[in-house]
């Protein structure tokens, strides 16, 4: 099993800056694709950004590229996000996860992917 602990989560105003951080522990060899993926009350879950663990390989959704940057840290075994230009639309419940299988590009940012979860950070931007 992966145990993952995000840290990072707060309040900031429209424009600001926020980097989350997710700690990795256990049998995280297992770990493929590491995922950073949100919810609001009353959506799905949706993927924001995810790396390859193998390499340096990203994947961004739309709505968040060019403001959103995911990184990883090996000897930490920590994945990063630094989300600037935050916008009110992007407060919500983040959460890392992790995936032990291959994962094509159309479904890298698909929740059902992954399989062991942090237990999220709230981001809650203001305008």
């Known amino acids: 099993q992966v145990q993952l602990v995000e840290s990072g989560g707060g309040s900031v105003q429209a424009g600001g800056s926020l980097r989350l951080s997710c700690a990795a522990s256990?049998?995280?060899?297992?770990?493929?694709?590491m995922g950073w993926l949100r919810q609001v009350p009353g959506k799905e879950r949706e993927g924001v950004a995810a790396i390859y663990t193998g390499g340096d390989s990203t994947c961004y959704a739309d709505s968040v590229k060019g403001r959103f940057t995911i990184s990883q840290d090996y000897t930490k075994n920590t994945v990063y996000l630094q989300m600037n230009s935050l916008k009110p639309e992007d407060t919500a419940m983040y959460y890392c996860?992790?995936?032990?299988?291959?994962?094509?590009?159309?479904?890298?940012?698909?929740?059902?992917?992954?399989?062991?979860w942090g237990q999220g950070t709230q981001v809650t931007v203001s305008s």
């Open positions: 996860a992790s995936s032990p299988v291959w994962l094509s590009r159309f479904s890298v940012l698909s929740a059902p992917e992954y399989t062991y």
């Open positions: 256990g049998y995280t060899y297992s770990s493929k694709y």
